[in-house]
């Protein structure tokens, strides 16, 4: 139609980065963070606590801060309970759960296809140092 652009278009204006909608969503979804967190709040329902203990590596502030971001775009709720201490739980929103899914194919893909990921690597890297020599 006339006056909007497709993909496709490659004489259109180039869309800056922070106005274009992929990007933003795929900074927000695309984190190795967020992934993990999805992909586990895919499984029901998580407290701080056990989410900090299954992803190996991540901090509490990280925690933090990826849980605020995912909820602030709706992708999961926060539900704290009244109770001595305070009892905080994450589940993810029908938004998360239809993403849920997808991470949960990715998941799955870098699962099964790791071994070949490891061997390509090997290969080139072994590659690059007799080229290098």
């Not at 190996?56 to 109770?83: A, F, K, N, Y």
Request: aromatic fraction near 4%; charged fraction near 25%.
């Amino acid at each position: 139609m006339p006056g909007q652009t497709t993909i496709a278009d490659t004489s259109a204006t180039p869309i800056a980065p922070e106005d274009c909608p992929v990007r933003d969503v795929l900074n927000r979804i695309g984190d190795k963070w967020s992934v993990l967190v999805l992909n586990l709040l895919g499984d029901g329902s998580r407290r701080f606590t056990e989410l900090r203990n299954d992803i190996d590596g991540i901090s509490q502030r990280m925690l933090t801060v990826t849980l605020r971001g995912l909820e602030r775009d709706g992708l999961l709720t926060r539900t704290v309970h009244p109770v001595v201490p305070p009892r905080v739980d994450y589940e993810l929103t029908e938004l998360g759960r239809s993403l849920s899914e997808t991470i949960s194919s990715l998941v799955a893909w870098a699962e099964e296809n790791r071994p070949l990921i490891d061997r390509s690597r090997t290969v080139y890297d072994q590659s690059a140092l007799e080229s290098a020599s």
